[in-house]
């Protein structure tokens, strides 16, 4: 069962970061080191002091990427509502969260969404400075940064409106795309799309997922809220759902947000939303409409890349690939690579963001 803790490491903050946000900093930090008086030091370690306390606050980033052009600090000021009424087609938005060490996973997604003719659609709800300027230089318009930053001091003194903001960010940035009216696919990024999505989204339900459960199940399984397995709730993935902008759909998301409140907080509970998700569908589950995707188009990490057999018996139904039920950047990166999923080394170009 402790499998379930790591369905979803995306936001993991024990992660090393692999892509250490400014290598050459710390270069340029490193000759002068040698040659400083005591003074010197104390002046640079205030500064130091000043650049990781004080700017935080300020919301300064700009200061903290001097190579920042204006052209690019001007995508602070771009909101959620400009971003999604930009991005929108048909009515509908396809959103993800994701910090900087994720880039490869968002160029890798991207691909195969492009793929499928949907790009235009794709807003990038960005964690970090980083991430909104890299995407939005490349792909102007496509990212927005919902303020403040969750790395900011705020998000992480426990009980304080800063941190419980941070706790609920997904689905409020969720819950303020369909109160401004759009359809809503969220996605995490570990994600590869074979076929295109929406044929399956089809009839008037209010919230469509997952079920992140590994047991084979019929083709014409129910489409119902599966039953509470063990822990009193059911397994259904917080990593994909489409919802459209009802009072059934809204209701969920508040009802989740209100759940991750009452959740108390830990390191590792607040890397996984998804306990709150299934608690939220199941105490809404009269009053909206909620509609289970089917398996074998939405299969599971955990069935998909572990059971060729029900890979043979369901080829050509996969929609969307989860590569989830592994823990870690690199294993999730050669799993991909092995199944033939991971398409930034070749096909880079295809992307809108190019090669990173
Ligand atoms: C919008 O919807 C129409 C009708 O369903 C469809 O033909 C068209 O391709 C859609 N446009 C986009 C950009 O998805
Ligand atoms: C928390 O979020 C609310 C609503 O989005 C916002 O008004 C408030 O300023 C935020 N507070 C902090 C401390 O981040
Ligand atoms: C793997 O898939 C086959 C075919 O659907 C199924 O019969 C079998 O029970 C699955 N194995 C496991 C371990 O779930």
């Known amino acids: 069962m402790s499998q379930f803790l790591h369905q979803r490491p995306l936001q993991n903050p024990f992660f090393s970061d692999p892509y250490p946000i400014s290598p050459r900093t710390s270069a340029s930090f490193q000759r002068p080191m040698f040659l400083l008086n005591r003074t010197t030091l104390l002046l640079l370690l205030s500064l130091l002091v000043i650049l990781g306390v004080i700017l935080p606050w300020l919301g300064a980033p700009q200061f903290l990427f001097p190579n920042t052009p204006s052209s ?11 971003a999604a009424s930009f ?4 009515g509908t938005v396809i959103v993800c969260a994701v910090s900087q060490p994720y880039l490869p996973f968002l160029n890798n997604w991207l ?3 492009t793929r499928q003719k949907h790009q235009d659609k794709v807003l990038v709800i960005a964690e970090d400075y980083a991430t909104l300027y890299t995407v939005n230089q490349k792909w102007p318009g496509h990212a927005v940064l919902v303020p403040p930053a969750p790395d900011s001091p705020t998000a992480h003194k426990f009980g304080s409106q800063g941190f419980f903001n941070f706790t609920s960010r997904r689905p409020r940035h969720l819950l303020h795309i369909l109160e401004l009216g759009y ?3 969220y996605n995490d990024v570990d994600m590869v799309w074979l076929k295109d999505p929406f044929p399956y989204v089809n009839g008037n339900h209010d919230v469509y997922f997952t079920d992140d459960m590994t047991a084979v199940k019929p083709l014409d399984h129910s489409h119902d809220l599966p039953p509470p397995g063990k822990k009193g709730r059911p397994y259904i993935c917080s990593c994909m759902i489409y919802m459209r902008p009802t009072a059934g759909a809204k209701l969920v998301m508040k009802k989740w947000i209100e759940e991750l409140q009452a959740e108390p907080w830990s390191r590792a509970k607040k890397a996984n939303d998804q306990p709150g998700f299934n608690w939220a569908l199941m105490k809404t589950a009269g009053q909206a409409d909620l509609y289970l995707l089917p398996q074998a188009a939405f299969p599971t990490g955990g069935l998909y890349f572990k059971n060729k057999t029900w890979v043979k018996e369901t080829k050509g139904m996969h ?3 989860h590569n989830n ?3 870690g950047f690199e294993k999730k990166i050669k799993r991909f690579h092995d199944f033939g999923l991971w398409l930034v080394d070749d096909h880079a170009e295809e992307s809108p963001l190019g090669r990173l």
């Open 72 to 82: 690019l600090a001007k995508w602070r000021d771009y909101t959620l509502p400009q």
């Open 87 to 90: 991005v929108a087609k048909n």
């Open 325 to 327: 039920y592994i823990i």
């Open 111 to 113: 691909i195969s969404i």
């Open 319 to 321: 929609a969307i690939i």
């Open 183 to 185: 359809n809503v696919m």
